[in-house]
Each structure stands twice: as C-alpha cells, then as structure tokens.
C-alpha cells in the first residue's frame, strides 16, 4: 500500500528527528530553528547519498522521482524543494544565520508558531488585496461604462422616427433710410423740372436746321459736277 502524502513541515520534522540524513539537524529545538545541507553539486567532495539525500527522498515522497525507472536528476530535486520550502507558511528562512558558499554551505530555516502563521498569512493576504484593489478600481470603472452604456434602451423598431422639422428663424431686417431734402420734391420743384424738359427738342434736327452750302466757285468745276452735287443734295434732304 503506497504511503500518503504528508505536508512538508511534519515531514522535515521527521527527517530531522531521525538523524539519517547528514547536516540535517537542529540548530535549536526550543526556537524550532534548523539547518539544511546546502552544499552546490559543482563543488569539490560533493556526493549524491551525502549532499542530495534530503532533495531526493522528497522527490520520492511527492512521487517524482522512482529508482531504477528515471535517471537520478539531483539539481530538479534540488529546485523543487527550494520551490516547496519558499510557498510554506509556516516555515521562513533566517538568512543572517545561513551560509551560502564553500563546502560547508548550509540553509537555516525556522519553523513558525500557530499565531505567527497565522499572521504571514494576513500580510500575504493584505498584499494580494491591495494588488488586486488597484485592479478592481479600473475593473469597476470599466464595468460602470459598459453599464451606462447598456442603460441606454432603443426601440426595436426605427419605422416611427422622424426628422423633426426646424422653423427658419424670423430675420428681422431693418429699412435702410436714405436721407432727402423734401424741398427738392415739392411741387415748384417738380413742376420746373418738368418744364424745362419739355423745353427740349424732339431730335437734333431742331437743334442744328439744315444748311445746304453754296456752291463751289472753283474754276475747276463743271457743269456736269454742278449738276451731280445738286441731285446728291436733293437726295439727301428728302432722306431727312
């Protein structure tokens, strides 16, 4: 029968009271603080059953690791439980005490009281809502757009609209008044006028009469130009 699944904390605290694996031990019990085997595979005197124990009997535990089916793949094993480590509430990690290089490196972690875990997780929460609080602001706007503009009802049918009609506005226009003397249209002055055009001739015929010029004395004329000049003459006046 397979063994279920335990959490991570019960788990680490098994493995720490059993003393099997190396440097996994208890810094202090009382403080629940701890320390991990954090030794870098790329270092001198690195071995798979000493420095990656802990890594791959997790990745046993979770079932992501079988022996003699997969090839032993201790840097994944190692990312996966740094991954699992970090996501616990109830586990943090006391990075003055921990040492990071050389091959004595180590990771020290403290395992957090009820109250505490309780606390970490309201700071998380409160994060998450303040993050998500900014988002609901442009949500909110957003769904109050949408909402007016669906608020906005229009009939089905468009048959009954009309174009409203638009009156022309009354212009007023002012008279324009074209100043004049009144004396200049009183009746003597009418009267005058309209004398002294009657006075005026019909054509200009009356003006300048018509005047036949004498007869040229020059001894170069003829009796037959003399003759000519008088018909031409005669013509001209019946013409008029």
């Given at each position: ?9 019960p788990w ?5 009271n ?9 810094v202090?019990k ?5 320390q991990i ?18 890594f ?5 535990h979770?079932?992501r690791?079988?022996?003699g089916?997969?090839q032993?793949?201790?840097?994944t094993?190692k ?11 109830d ?8 040492i ?7 990771r020290?972690?403290r ?8 606390q970490?997780?309201?700071k998380?929460t409160?994060?998450?809502k ?5 988002k ?6 957003v769904?109050?757009?949408?909402e007016?503009?669906?608020s ?23 008279s324009s ?12 002055g009418?009267?005058?006028t309209?004398a002294?055009?009657?006075q ?7 003006m300048y009469?018509f005047?036949?010029?004498?007869l040229?004395?020059c001894s ?18 019946k013409?008029?």
């Open positions: 029968m397979p063994q279920a699944r335990m959490r991570m904390r680490l605290e098994m493995q720490i059993s003393n099997k694996i190396p440097g996994l031990l208890w202090s009382e403080e629940q603080v701890f085997p954090w030794k870098h595979a790329a270092k001198h005197g690195w071995e798979l059953e000493k420095d990656a124990c802990l791959k009997n997790w990745a046993i979770t079932g690791y079988k022996e089916e997969i032993p793949d201790p840097k094993w990312a996966n439980f740094r991954c699992a480590m970090n996501s616990l509430p586990i943090e990690e006391v990075k003055d005490k921990s990071s290089k050389g091959s004595s490196a180590v020290v972690y395992m957090l009281p009820t109250s505490a875990k309780s970490k997780k309201e998380k409160k994060a998450s303040v993050k998500n609080g900014r609901s602001v442009e949500d909110t706007k769904e109050e757009t949408v007016a503009t669906n906005i009802l229009l009939p089905d049918d468009h048959r009954g609209y009309s174009r409203p009609s638009y009156q022309p506005e009354e212009m007023e226009v002012e008044s074209i100043p004049f003397d009144s004396d200049e249209l009183s009746t003597c009418l009267s005058s309209l002294d055009w009657r005026l001739p019909d054509s200009t015929n009356d009469p005047q036949v010029s004498p040229t004395s170069d004329a003829t009796d037959e130009d003399d003759e000519k000049l008088t018909i031409f003459y005669q013509k001209l006046v013409l008029m």
